[in-house]
């Protein structure tokens, strides 16, 4: 059983993004980099969070921390929602672009743009999926 934002997560979600996912084909060569931020962890009410970095469609960094900050780099993205709204896109019952419409994520940065990777950006969640098996 692998437990979402785990180090073994952490670990077997960038080897399956590097291994698996195409730059031009599933992630059409996009640079960008979002900040995931994620309230309301259990069991302690802790917020992580989630950083990706994409260069040309392919996995520059993947970085998770707990704190309720990350200064270490600076984002294109940054999406704040609680523990809840990312399990609910993690388990497919939620996705994206409508959590971003209805407002159960926040999003700083430019909406439109955001709207514009929303294709690129599932893959890797489809990828993050596919190795969570315990929340």
């Known amino acids: 059983m692998v437990k979402f934002l785990s180090d073994e997560w952490i670990a077997l979600g960038k080897q ?17 980099s979002i900040l995931m931020i994620i309230e309301h962890v259990p069991p ?5 969070n989630f950083y990706l970095e994409l260069k040309e469609g ?21 999406i704040r929602g609680n523990y809840g ?3 609910d896109i993690l388990q497919g019952t939620l996705g994206t672009a409508l959590a971003l419409l209805k ?13 514009k990777i929303i ?17």
Do not use: C, W
């Not at 302690?44 to 992580?48: E, F, G, I, K």
């Not at 940065?109 to 955001?114: F, H, I, W």
């Open 58 to 78: 392919k996995v520059n960094d993947f970085t998770v921390n707990t704190g309720a900050t990350f200064t270490e780099k600076e984002a294109v993205f940054i």
């Open 119 to 135: 294709k690129p950006i599932d893959g890797v969640i489809e990828s993050l999926r596919k190795i969570t098996d315990e929340f």
């Open 103 to 115: 407002n159960r994520l926040a999003l700083k940065g430019s909406k439109m743009e955001a709207l």
């Open 16 to 32: 399956y993004m590097l291994e698996q996912l195409d730059p031009e084909k599933d992630m059409k060569h996009i640079t960008t």
């Open 44 to 48: 302690h009410d802790t917020t992580m």
């Open 85 to 87: 709204t990312y399990k």
